[in-house]
Nanobody, 119 residues
C-alpha cells in the first residue's frame, strides 16, 4: 500500500482544513486507517483512527469535537476534517494504514503534509 497525503497549508486560528490520504492497491478496505502528527521538536502523536468499515472512530482528547475522520473505500481515501484549528495543531500530519495478517502487523505511512495554524 502506498499512501499520498494532501491538503495541508496555512490557516488562521479558528479556521478549517481537510486533509486527504489516497491509497494505491486493491486492499485498502482491509486496513484500519489513522492520522498522526508531529510538531517541531516533539514526538509523533496519535490524532485519530477509523476502522476498516468506517463504523468506528477514535480520537485523541486534544482534537475530540474538532476533528472528524472518515473514509471512502470506493475511492480508497481517508479524510481528516479539522475545524476550530489552534496554533498548537501546527504539525506535519501523516496518514497510516495497518492490519494484522495472522500474527504479523503490516503498517504503512504516507509522506506527511504540513499544517500551519497562525494565531
Amino acid at each position: 500500500v502506498q499512501l499520498q497525503a494532501s491538503g495541508g497549508g496555512l490557516v488562521q486560528a479558528g479556521g478549517s482544513l481537510r486533509l486527504s490520504c489516497a491509497a494505491s492497491g486493491r486492499t485498502f478496505r482491509s486496513y484500519d486507517m489513522g492520522w498522526f502528527r508531529q510538531a517541531p521538536g516533539k514526538e509523533r502523536e496519535f490524532v485519530g483512527a477509523i476502522s476498516r468499515s468506517g463504523g468506528r472512530t477514535y480520537y485523541a482528547d486534544s482534537v475530540k469535537g474538532r476533528f472528524t475522520i472518515s473514509r471512502d473505500n470506493d475511492k480508497k481515501t481517508v479524510y481528516l476534517q479539522m475545524n476550530s484549528l489552534k496554533p498548537e495543531d501546527t504539525a506535519v500530519y501523516y496518514c497510516n494504514a495497518d492490519r494484522w495478517v495472522v500474527n504479523t502487523k503490516e503498517e504503512y505511512w504516507g509522506q506527511g503534509t504540513l499544517v500551519t495554524v497562525s494565531s
